[in-house]
């Protein structure tokens, strides 16, 4: 899985399974918002910048697919 979406009661769960630790200034720039490990939970969209969300989303997928060519040379 490259990144996950669930609707959840309490908030939007985003699994961007490449994590935040080289995403610090992205994050700063989001809004509100919760991370654990590789989970990031907004409590609406409309409290955060959609294109920083977008940004952080395809810099994840990205990241993953690199790892999974180097590892796996696909």
């Known amino acids: 899985m490259l990144t996950g979406f669930s609707p959840r009661k309490d908030s939007l769960t985003l ?14 720039k989001l809004g509100k918002h919760k991370t654990s490990m590789g989970c990031l939970y907004l409590k609406s969209l409309d409290d955060v910048h959609l294109p ?3 940004k952080l989303v ?3 997928v990205k990241k993953l697919k690199e790892i999974e060519k180097e590892k796996f040379g696909k």
Do not use: D, I, N, V
């Open 15 to 28: 699994y961007l399974m490449a994590g935040f630790q080289q995403e610090r200034e992205l994050l700063a």
């Open 52 to 54: 920083t969300l977008k």
């Open 58 to 60: 395809r810099q994840s």
